[in-house]
């Protein structure tokens, strides 16, 4: 291999990622490929993880354009022959942590790596927000992403959510994933960059009990009722329960009835841009 023409990247995992020349197909998985799309790249194809349906998850997708755009499936039935017949100069992949490729089983992740450049990075519990954006942008970079990042349409949002907390009347927010009509798993604010992001500028989330569950607390509608929030945000992923399915529940209803309701993706894209509509739908409901 020529390095005067080669392509480099050092990954999460501490993985040193070498093609012969500069990446222009990337195939990701559909948050990173979303991220990259805020960039202004475009990825060939994408694919979605256990948790996703046979089609993309529109919540994930953020602005990226579905249509026309190959979906090499999700989870255990992601179609890596076709991503691998794609002929992808790199495929960008996410992690929750112990650099293990999110969203495709094990095996098929290392058989996938062993035909196709893999860049694999990390946004689990113990990684910032800001840390995780940043990496995006230098992977962004390094592919000649024609966009920056947003800065300043962060900044204006940040600065607009940090006006609105750290009064002693500071609206009480309760981050949550329905699943179903009878539950639902009340998020621990501390174990989602997102959410501790919102703590840092001074959103009051409520954390849950201690109790099983490491990111959430499994508990019935009027356990979370109970804890009076003013502001609830909802996951609005497709592996969360949609919310007319909850209208039958007296305790939903009154959550409903007393709080402001804001969308939550807990798998946003990774980019100012997607941070910052966040942030101004948090701030625009304290």
Not at 105 to 111: R, T
């Amino acid at each position: 291999m020529d390095s005067s023409n080669s392509w480099e990247f050092t990954d999460d995992r501490g993985h040193l990622t070498v093609t012969p020349g500069h990446p222009a197909r990337v195939a990701a998985y559909i948050q990173a490929g979303a991220t990259l799309w805020d960039h202004g790249l475009r990825p060939l194809g994408i694919f979605g993880s256990h948790h996703d349906g046979g089609a993309p998850d529109p919540a994930k997708a953020g602005d990226l354009p579905l249509a026309g755009l190959v979906s090499f499936g999700a989870g255990s039935a992601v179609d890596l022959d076709a991503l691998v017949a794609a002929e992808p100069d790199l495929v960008v992949a996410v992690s929750y942590g112990g650099g293990q490729v999110y969203g495709i089983d094990p095996e098929a992740a290392k058989h996938l790596e062993e035909q196709v450049p893999v860049v694999v990075l990390d946004v689990g519990k113990d990684r910032s927000l800001g840390g995780i954006r940043d990496r995006f942008t230098e992977l962004a970079r390094a592919l000649r992403a024609p966009h920056g990042p947003a800065e300043a349409e962060l900044a204006r949002a940040e600065a607009a959510v940090r006006t609105l907390t750290g009064r002693a009347d500071s609206p009480r927010v309760l981050a949550l994933s329905a699943a179903g009509p009878e539950t639902a798993y009340l998020a621990r604010p501390l174990t989602w960059p997102d959410l501790r992001d919102l703590t840092e500028l001074g959103v009051s989330l409520i954390d849950p009990a201690e109790g099983a569950g490491t990111n959430w607390r499994t508990v019935e509608w009027a356990e979370a009722a109970a804890l009076e929030p003013d502001v609830v945000l909802v996951d609005v992923r497709v592996n969360a329960a949609p919310r007319e399915s909850l209208r039958s529940n007296p305790a939903w209803l009154a959550l409903e009835e007393r709080a402001r309701i804001v969308a939550w993706n807990p798998e946003a894209p990774c980019s100012h841009r997607a941070h910052a509509r966040f942030l101004d739908a948090v701030a625009a409901a304290l």
